[in-house]
Protein backbone atom coordinates (compact mmCIF):
# COMPACT_ATOMS: atom_id res chain seq x y z
CA UNK A 1 0.00 0.00 0.00
CA UNK A 2 2.92 2.52 0.84
CA UNK A 3 4.27 1.93 -2.80
CA UNK A 4 0.26 2.83 -4.21
CA UNK A 5 -0.11 6.14 -2.04
CA UNK A 6 3.32 8.34 -3.31
CA UNK A 7 2.55 7.26 -6.95
CA UNK A 8 -1.49 7.87 -6.69
CA UNK A 9 -0.76 11.91 -5.20
CA UNK A 10 1.42 12.12 -8.19
CA UNK A 11 -1.11 10.96 -10.60
CA UNK A 12 -3.44 13.26 -8.74
CA UNK A 13 -1.23 16.60 -8.29
CA UNK A 14 -0.46 15.99 -12.27
CA UNK A 15 -4.48 15.97 -13.35
CA UNK A 16 -4.88 19.20 -10.71
CA UNK A 17 -1.88 20.69 -12.79
CA UNK A 18 -3.43 20.25 -15.92
CA UNK A 19 -7.15 21.21 -14.70
CA UNK A 20 -5.67 24.41 -13.48
CA UNK A 21 -3.53 25.20 -16.60
CA UNK A 22 -6.82 24.12 -18.94
CA UNK A 23 -8.64 26.89 -16.41
CA UNK A 24 -6.20 29.32 -17.04
CA UNK A 25 -6.06 28.90 -20.84
CA UNK A 26 -9.60 28.80 -20.92
CA UNK A 27 -10.13 32.15 -19.71
CA UNK A 28 -7.70 33.78 -21.90
CA UNK A 29 -8.72 31.95 -24.65
CA UNK A 30 -10.96 35.00 -25.98
CA UNK A 31 -8.59 37.20 -25.25
CA UNK A 32 -6.50 35.14 -27.65
CA UNK A 33 -8.53 35.64 -30.18
CA UNK A 34 -9.08 39.14 -29.83
CA UNK A 35 -4.87 39.35 -30.04
CA UNK A 36 -4.98 37.38 -32.86
CA UNK A 37 -7.50 39.93 -34.92
CA UNK A 38 -5.18 42.61 -33.96
CA UNK A 39 -2.03 41.23 -35.25
CA UNK A 40 -3.84 40.32 -38.53
CA UNK A 41 -5.19 44.02 -38.57
CA UNK A 42 -1.30 45.08 -37.75
CA UNK A 43 -2.53 46.53 -34.50
CA UNK A 44 -0.66 44.15 -31.95
CA UNK A 45 0.75 46.66 -29.49
CA UNK A 46 -2.99 47.79 -29.41
CA UNK A 47 -3.52 45.00 -27.14
CA UNK A 48 -1.21 46.04 -24.94
CA UNK A 49 -2.81 49.50 -24.61
CA UNK A 50 -6.35 47.99 -24.45
CA UNK A 51 -7.41 46.76 -21.47
CA UNK A 52 -8.30 43.44 -22.27
CA UNK A 53 -5.01 41.93 -20.19
CA UNK A 54 -6.51 43.89 -16.93
CA UNK A 55 -9.64 42.16 -17.48
CA UNK A 56 -8.08 38.87 -18.08
CA UNK A 57 -5.88 39.13 -15.02
CA UNK A 58 -9.32 40.51 -12.92
CA UNK A 59 -10.95 37.61 -14.09
CA UNK A 60 -8.34 35.16 -12.81
CA UNK A 61 -8.02 37.18 -9.60
CA UNK A 62 -11.64 36.22 -8.68
CA UNK A 63 -11.17 32.79 -9.37
CA UNK A 64 -8.26 32.15 -7.51
CA UNK A 65 -10.36 34.42 -4.56
CA UNK A 66 -12.97 31.60 -4.98
CA UNK A 67 -10.57 28.85 -4.96
CA UNK A 68 -9.07 30.46 -1.42
CA UNK A 69 -12.42 30.42 -0.09
CA UNK A 70 -13.27 27.13 -0.67
CA UNK A 71 -9.94 25.85 0.82
CA UNK A 72 -11.01 28.33 3.94
CA UNK A 73 -14.23 26.64 4.29
CA UNK A 74 -14.08 23.07 3.20
CA UNK A 75 -13.24 21.55 6.64
CA UNK A 76 -13.58 23.85 9.59
CA UNK A 77 -10.81 21.81 11.56
CA UNK A 78 -8.05 23.21 9.28
CA UNK A 79 -8.75 26.50 11.05
CA UNK A 80 -4.89 27.15 11.88
CA UNK A 81 -4.31 27.97 8.31
CA UNK A 82 -7.00 30.28 8.30
CA UNK A 83 -4.75 33.38 8.72
CA UNK A 84 -2.50 31.81 5.42
CA UNK A 85 -5.78 32.02 3.63
CA UNK A 86 -6.72 35.48 4.48
CA UNK A 87 -2.95 37.05 3.76
CA UNK A 88 -3.51 35.17 0.43
CA UNK A 89 -7.03 36.58 -0.50
CA UNK A 90 -5.71 40.21 0.70
CA UNK A 91 -2.62 39.74 -1.65
CA UNK A 92 -4.93 38.64 -4.22
CA UNK A 93 -7.30 41.97 -4.00
CA UNK A 94 -4.31 44.33 -3.41
CA UNK A 95 -1.95 43.20 -5.86
CA UNK A 96 -3.64 41.99 -9.05
CA UNK A 97 -7.62 42.85 -8.71
CA UNK A 98 -7.54 46.40 -7.19
CA UNK A 99 -4.69 47.38 -9.71
CA UNK A 100 -6.34 45.23 -12.79
CA UNK A 101 -9.63 47.33 -12.07
CA UNK A 102 -8.50 50.69 -11.72
CA UNK A 103 -6.47 50.33 -14.62
CA UNK A 104 -9.92 48.84 -17.18
CA UNK A 105 -11.28 52.26 -15.60
CA UNK A 106 -8.70 54.71 -16.36
CA UNK A 107 -7.52 52.93 -20.21
CA UNK A 108 -11.27 53.13 -20.39
CA UNK A 109 -11.79 56.77 -19.47
CA UNK A 110 -9.04 58.46 -20.61
CA UNK A 111 -8.11 59.31 -24.69
CA UNK A 112 -4.31 58.72 -24.10
CA UNK A 113 -2.68 56.02 -22.57
CA UNK A 114 0.31 55.85 -20.63
CA UNK A 115 3.37 53.80 -22.09
CA UNK A 116 4.31 51.65 -18.37
CA UNK A 117 0.35 49.93 -18.75
CA UNK A 118 2.49 48.15 -21.71
CA UNK A 119 4.31 46.92 -19.30
CA UNK A 120 2.63 46.61 -16.31
CA UNK A 121 -0.63 44.98 -17.63
CA UNK A 122 1.05 41.62 -18.70
CA UNK A 123 2.87 41.58 -15.59
CA UNK A 124 -0.80 41.57 -13.66
CA UNK A 125 -2.00 38.60 -15.66
CA UNK A 126 1.31 36.79 -14.58
CA UNK A 127 0.68 37.25 -11.26
CA UNK A 128 -2.92 36.69 -11.36
CA UNK A 129 -2.33 33.21 -13.43
CA UNK A 130 0.89 32.53 -10.14
CA UNK A 131 -1.97 33.52 -7.80
CA UNK A 132 -4.58 31.26 -9.45
CA UNK A 133 -1.99 28.63 -9.61
CA UNK A 134 -1.03 28.80 -5.84
CA UNK A 135 -4.85 28.98 -5.30
CA UNK A 136 -6.16 25.37 -6.66
CA UNK A 137 -2.61 23.93 -5.25
CA UNK A 138 -3.55 25.30 -1.43
CA UNK A 139 -7.68 24.46 -2.15
CA UNK A 140 -7.01 21.00 -2.94
CA UNK A 141 -4.29 20.28 -0.63
CA UNK A 142 -6.39 21.73 2.34
CA UNK A 143 -9.47 19.86 0.45
CA UNK A 144 -7.60 16.26 0.41
CA UNK A 145 -6.33 16.67 3.43
CA UNK A 146 -9.80 17.32 5.22
CA UNK A 147 -10.66 14.15 3.34
CA UNK A 148 -7.64 12.02 4.90
CA UNK A 149 -8.48 13.41 7.98
CA UNK A 150 -11.63 11.94 7.83
CA UNK A 151 -11.13 9.19 6.03
CA UNK A 152 -8.25 7.69 8.78
CA UNK A 153 -9.21 8.15 12.45
CA UNK A 154 -5.58 7.54 14.05
CA UNK A 155 -2.47 8.47 12.90
CA UNK A 156 -1.05 4.88 12.91
CA UNK A 157 -3.19 5.07 9.83
CA UNK A 158 -6.08 2.52 10.42
CA UNK A 159 -9.05 3.27 8.88
CA UNK A 160 -11.75 5.42 10.62
CA UNK A 161 -14.42 2.59 10.53
CA UNK A 162 -11.42 -0.28 11.75
CA UNK A 163 -13.14 -2.24 14.57
CA UNK A 164 -9.86 -1.18 16.16
CA UNK A 165 -10.69 2.84 16.62
CA UNK A 166 -10.55 4.52 19.51
CA UNK A 167 -13.27 5.04 22.04
CA UNK A 168 -14.38 8.80 20.54
CA UNK A 169 -18.23 8.91 20.76
CA UNK A 170 -20.46 9.01 18.03
CA UNK A 171 -23.40 10.88 17.52
CA UNK A 172 -26.40 9.00 17.65
CA UNK A 173 -28.30 8.19 14.46
CA UNK A 174 -31.10 10.35 13.32
CA UNK A 175 -34.70 8.83 14.47
CA UNK A 176 -37.13 9.37 12.10
CA UNK A 177 -40.93 8.67 13.40
CA UNK A 178 -42.82 6.24 10.60
CA UNK A 179 -45.03 7.30 8.80
CA UNK A 180 -48.59 5.16 9.15
CA UNK A 181 -51.71 4.60 7.02
CA UNK A 182 -53.77 7.19 8.93
CA UNK A 183 -51.28 10.40 8.29
CA UNK A 184 -52.36 13.34 6.13
CA UNK A 185 -50.08 15.08 3.93
Not at 50 to 58: E, G, R
Not at 63 to 90: C, M, P, S
Amino acid sequence: MTDRSPQRSEQYSLSMMYGTYADILFVLFPFLVIGMQRLWDGRLYDTLMQPDLSIAAAILAGLAIGKFVLGLVTNRELGRYKERIVFFIALTLFVVLGPSIILMLSIVGNEEVPGFVAFVQPVLLIIAISLYSTAVSISNLLTRFGTEAFALGQDDGRPADSPEQDSRPRPAPLDLPRRTGNDRL
